[in-house]
C-alpha cells in the first residue's frame, strides 16, 4: 500500500539492535499473499543499525503503486500555532551522543558536546540568540548543567512547543521529529542523529548529519546553506506541508469511503 517516511511506522524493536539483523520479513502467516516486504528507500549507509524507516511496504503477488510519504509530523504544527517572522532565536535540542541509542557504533558523547559547545559559541559571536527546547525532564537538566547560561524550555504540550517556537530562524535538532515537525510552520534546521531515524529528516530535504561526521565545521556551513536562501526554503517546505495533506488525503480516502458505505 504506502509508507510514511519514518513516522508512520517507526519499528522499535529492541531485539533488533541485538540480532544483528537489519532487514526483517514481515507477514501475516507462511506463503501469505500479504506478506511484507521492506523496501529500502535510501541508499545511506546509516541504515544497517535498524529497520528502515524510510521503507515502501509492499503487497507480494498483488500489483502495486510504491507511495513514499513525509512523515506526518510534517502536518502537526499549524494546528497549533501561526506562521511567524523569523527573529535572531535559534532552537536547539540537545541529546547526550546525539540520539536516543548507541547502537554499538562508538559514539563519544563528550565529543559531541565539544562540538555543539563551539557551534554555539560561533552562534553567539554572530549575535544569534540560542534557545535550548527540551522534550522531556532529562534534556532540561542536561541543558542546565552543559549551559547555563542559555534560556531553556521544557514545553508541556503542543501548543506551547509551537507557540514558543514559531518564529525561530532556524534550529538544531538531535531529535528528528522536531526538524519535520518545525519544517511544517516553514523553519529551517539541521538534524543531528545516530541511526536511520535521519531518514524522516532526508525525506523533508532538510540536510541531517551521522553525529560522528557532525563537526563544527559541517553544521556552521549546513546553517549558511539555509540562511542564504531563507525566505525561498520556507516557501518550499510550506508548499511541501500542502503536498503532503493532499498525498495522505488522496491515500487514505478510499479506506475511509469504504468504512462508510460498510
Known amino acids: 500500500m504506502l509508507s510514511s517516511a519514518a513516522g508512520l511506522m517507526e519499528i522499535r524493536a529492541q531485539a533488533e539492535r541485538d540480532s544483528g539483523i537489519g532487514l526483517k520479513l514481515f507477514g501475516l502467516i507462511a506463503e501469505s499473499v500479504f506478506t511484507f516486504i521492506p523496501e529500502c528507500c535510501s541508499a545511506s549507509s546509516r541504515n544497517s543499525v535498524r529497520n528502515h524507516p524510510g521503507i515502501a511496504f509492499t503487497f507480494l503477488r498483488i ?11 510534517l502536518l502537526t504544527a499549524q494546528t497549533f500555532a501561526r506562521l511567524a517572522a523569523p527573529t535572531r ?11 536516543h541509542y548507541e547502537w554499538k557504533q562508538g559514539i563519544d558523547p563528550l565529543a559531541w558536546e565539544r562540538t555543539m559547545h563551539e557551534v554555539i559559541a560561533q552562534l553567539q559571536a554572530q549575535d544569534w540568540e ?9 534534556e532540561m537538566e542536561i541543558a542546565r548543567q552543559l549551559w547555563p ?14 507557540e514558543t517556537a514559531r518564529d525561530a530562524a532556524f534550529g538544531i535538532f538531535n ?7 518545525l519544517a511544517g510552520l516553514g523553519i529551517p534546521s539541521v ?12 525525506n523533508v530535504g532538510l540536510p541531517v548529519l551521522f553525529v560522528k561526521e557532525a563537526t563544527t565545521s ?10 542564504r536562501h531563507r525566505e525561498k526554503e520556507s516557501r518550499r517546505l510550506l508548499d511541501l506541508r500542502e503536498t503532503t ?7 487514505l480516502r478510499p479506506f475511509f469511503d469504504r468504512l462508510r458505505l460498510a
Open 63 to 73: 500489483p502495486h503503486k510504491t507511495v513514499r510519504l513525509c512523515c506526518p509530523a
Open 218 to 227: 559541517r553544521i556552521l556551513t549546513a546553517i549558511a546553506d539555509l540562511l
Open 149 to 162: 547560561d542559555l534560556p531553556r524550555t521544557c514545553p508541556a504540550g503542543p501548543p506551547e512547543y509551537f
Open 245 to 251: 495533506l493532499r498525498e495522505y488525503e488522496g491515500c
Open 130 to 138: 540560542p534557545l535550548m527546547i527540551a522534550h522531556n525532564q532529562k
Open 175 to 181: 531529535r528528528m521529529h522536531a526538524s519535520v515537525s
Open 89 to 99: 532565536k535559534v532552537l536547539i535540542n540537545f541529546m547526550r551522543g546525539g540520539g
Open 191 to 202: 538534524a543531528v542523529g545516530t541511526d536511520s531515524r535521519n531518514l524522516m529528516v532526508e
